[in-house]
């Protein structure tokens, strides 16, 4: 902050009367010296400036008043000098801009401040989330944006919230939280395990800077913590059992070991993608505790566990019945056609009531649990579907192969419809730029029928395509595209008019 040091010789006339009154009434006047004043000059909103005036003997009490450009005032209570003619008056500036005049008026004469520049006090926003979030439970994150010290201004304005994509998550108003602090929140509810990202954008006010947070990261898991336990609800005897420990984020790196009852079965079982496995086979029936504990290459660490009861065996297979419509039901181990550019989303149903799972290692992918989205041209994709069982059923995995085949390319066609129309107009086949098929594939057009004698092809520069009708008659046409060895068939589209 820049300080404006400004001297004042108090008037001779002044003086005069002091000495007439003092004498009046019999007292001994002390003649007022040469004031002067430091620490007033530019700064932020909302930061105090001390204001030291020395040298105001026989002063009375002291106002000081700042005028801004928009002629608006602003006033701090009055304070008196000492015996020793000192005084420190406190101003915090309420608003940012010029301001034009300032002054400290007394029974002496005005002390001239001059000049100053207020300006927009900076910020800093920061996001607060827990680390990890229950997946389908509203968690609380809040923002907070702070003026940078000394100021004790409380931001007010926008704030608007995004993901790691720059996609808008929510937007809300600040509320003063205290000096300095203003403060925003608002419940977000995972929608599925994994790793979420958020960043606060305070838009500033006429006072006080913008400022953009950190990002801040939550993982979302079915448990609330970085790891879960992912076992069966009911377990039999004599029955192998996968148990599954998964991770957010899934970059953790560590190893897990399972427990029964807190005894250990397991060996270190390294955490590859986010989840450990081990195959474990219950031995005693009744009511158990399974648990998971981990250790991270970092040397953090954690566990979880979960109730199971398990049942005495044998027990029955779960089965699965997985059907895709307009098809029929897939066999285990079954070899199945789905075309390029396509998704299938299948049923499915087990005996035991357990909802079955989709999952794949090959070229195609899987979305919504049940829907296989082939985009890959051609190859082979090696579907899963699972099973946990349950109700006396044990889990269950059937595998499936299915071949990406051609696909059939589409076009959004200018050409009318087949139908009636008008002898000596021209239709429009193909418009300026048209993008021609689905697979980029260009759309040739011939008269299969008519041609000259009913209709004529016509190929302006603009790079349409154009059929003028010429006399009645029949007219036919036909498009053709070629396809796309493996992965696309040719395309072919007809129209027939009658031109009248």
Not at 53 to 61: F, K, L, S
Not at 405 to 430: C, D, F, H, M, W
Request: charged letters at 5%.
């Amino acid at each position: 902050m820049r300080n404006h040091r400004r001297f004042v010789q108090f008037g001779v006339a002044g003086l005069a009367t002091t000495a007439v009154l003092s004498a009046a009434l019999g007292l001994t006047a002390s003649p007022a010296s040469a004031a002067s004043v430091s620490g007033y000059g530019s700064g932020p909103v909302g930061a105090p400036q001390q204001i030291n005036v020395t040298g105001a003997q026989g002063c009375g009490a002291m106002t000081f008043t700042a005028v801004y450009q928009n002629s608006s005032q602003q006033s701090v209570p009055s304070v008196f000098p000492d015996a020793n003619g000192n005084a420190t008056i406190y101003w915090s500036p309420n608003a940012a801009g010029a301001v034009t005049s300032a002054s400290i008026g007394s029974t002496c004469t005005p002390i001239d401040l001059g000049s100053a520049n207020i300006s927009k006090v900076g910020t800093l926003t920061t996001i607060a989330a827990p680390n990890v979030a229950v997946v389908g439970q509203a968690t609380m994150i809040t923002v907070n944006v702070q003026s940078a010290s000394p100021s004790a201004y409380s931001p007010t304005g926008h704030v608007t919230v995004r993901d790691g994509n720059g996609n808008v998550v929510t937007g809300f108003g600040l509320t003063p939280n205290g000096t300095a602090t203003s403060f925003a929140y608002w419940y977000w509810t995972p929608p599925a395990s994994g790793s979420y990202v958020f960043q606060a954008t305070y838009d500033g006010d006429s006072n006080a800077n913008g400022s953009t947070s950190a990002q801040d990261v939550v993982s979302a898991s079915p448990s609330g913590n970085t790891i879960t336990l992912v076992v069966p609800g009911t377990l039999t005897v004599g029955i192998p059992t996968n148990l599954k420990a998964t991770f957010v984020p899934t970059t953790i790196q560590g190893s897990v070991g399972f427990t029964f009852n807190g005894a250990p079965i397991s060996a270190s079982v390294p955490i590859v993608n986010g989840q450990a496995n081990f195959q474990w086979t219950p031995t005693v029936a009744g009511a158990a505790v399974l648990g998971a504990s981990y250790m991270t290459n970092g040397g953090a660490s954690g566990s979880t566990s979960d109730k199971v009861n398990i049942v005495a065996g044998p027990a029955q297979q779960d089965v699965i019945t997985l059907t895709q419509p307009g098809w029929g039901t897939w066999a285990p181990n079954g070899q199945y056609n789905l075309p390029n550019g396509t998704s299938t989303t299948m049923t499915a149903t087990t005996l035991s009531g357990s909802p079955v799972v989709l999952t794949e290692t090959g070229p195609c992918s899987i979305t919504n649990r049940l829907t296989i989205v082939v985009n890959v041209g051609s190859g082979q994709c090696n579907i899963q579907a699972s099973s946990t069982g349950g109700k006396g059923y044990s889990a269950v995995t059937y595998g499936y192969t299915v071949n990406a085949i051609p696909g059939t390319q589409t076009a959004i066609l200018s050409a009318p419809n087949s139908g009636n129309l008008t002898k000596g107009r021209t239709y429009v086949i193909e418009a300026p730029g048209q993008v021609d098929t689905n697979a980029g594939q260009n759309i040739s057009w011939k008269i299969t029928s008519g041609k000259n004698s009913v209709c004529k092809l016509s190929y302006p520069s603009d790079g349409s395509v154009k059929l003028k009708m010429v006399n009645k008659g029949t007219c036919n046409i036909k498009g053709t595209a070629p396809g796309v060895p493996g992965q696309w068939n040719a395309y072919s589209v007809t129209r027939s008019y009658k031109v009248k």
